[in-house]
């Protein structure tokens, strides 16, 4: 069964082992919070990682406060997600989500040799958005 996502989004798609979001996060006005991800993957096999991404991506489209993800990966392995989310708040609980923990500690012992998250508070936003 398809994985609903918030703001009716379409799911993400696994395709040549990458994960592919169909789209760019449909915002509100500013002000935002911006979560971003910046890892590079082990050398190791990430079945298990792709299929707890999914279940992050569905956890996450569940919080009342998530806006959106735009994840890219290279074929190094080397990548970036940045998740919006409507205010701080909302961030602290998704980061003690118990399965969110769970994701997190097998992201530190297993699934990445380097990461960084940073959380940045959107002042300005423009572009050509989709219509």
Known sequence: MPVEFAGGAP???TYA?????????D?????YYAVI??????????TEHQKMTL???????AYDGYLGIEPAR???GSGVAVSYWRDLETIQ???RDPEHLIAKEKGRTAWYDH?????AKVERAYGRPDE
Do not use: C, G
């Not at 915002?27 to 002000?31: G, L």
């Open 93 to 95: 609980q998704w980061a």
């Open 27 to 31: 915002t509100p006005e500013t002000p």
């Open 37 to 46: 991800f910046t890892s590079v993957n082990a050398d190791t096999d990430h």
């Open 55 to 61: 279940r992050m991506l569905e956890l996450a489209s």
């Open 11 to 13: 799911a993400p798609v």
């Open 115 to 119: 990461y960084m998250i940073r959380i």
């Open 74 to 76: 290279n074929p190094d």
């Open 17 to 25: 082992k990458a994960i592919i979001m169909p789209y760019i996060s």
